[in-house]
């Protein structure tokens, strides 16, 4: 079982930067793929980034690349987004995912196993 918590959404002006932050429960963390989604009003959940379990590899958005990077700190429980030059498509709700498999948080079929509550960006032109 994995409690996710995310934080550090907000209100920013196109170009700027912020940076969400995940906080996971448990002390099996850095057995769970993680990965960030996000969903716009009136549009589907899609996929954002996701990483692996050591943090080894990570796996982006073609609409973020470039922009967005996760990283994770397995001795702290937490992922990270951090998210540069936004636009204002990039407004959404952003959640933060959890699965054992790699496959379920890097836009693949399958649906991760955990879901934290979601943070609104909304970035403005």
């Known amino acids: 079982q994995v409690e996710l918590v995310e934080s550090g959404g907000g209100l920013v002006q196109a170009g700027g930067s912020l940076r969400l932050s995940c906080a996971a429960s448990?002390?099996?963390?850095?057995?769970?793929?993680m990965g960030w989604f996000r969903q716009a009003p009136g549009k589907e959940r899609e996929f954002v980034a996701g990483?692996?379990?050591?943090?080894?590899?990570?796996y982006y958005a073609d609409s973020v690349k470039g922009r967005f990077t996760i990283s994770r700190d397995n001795a702290k429980n937490m992922v990270y987004l951090q998210m540069n030059s936004l636009k204002p498509e990039d407004t959404a709700v952003y959640y933060c995912?959890?699965?054992?498999?790699?496959?379920?948080?890097?836009?693949?079929?399958?649906?991760?196993?955990?879901w934290g509550q979601g943070t609104q960006v909304t970035v403005s032109s």
């Open positions: 995912a959890a699965d054992q498999k790699l496959s379920a948080v890097v836009g693949g079929s399958l649906v991760p196993h955990y």
């Open positions: 448990g002390r099996t963390f850095s057995s769970y793929a």
């Open positions: 990483i692996s379990w050591s943090g080894g590899s990570t």
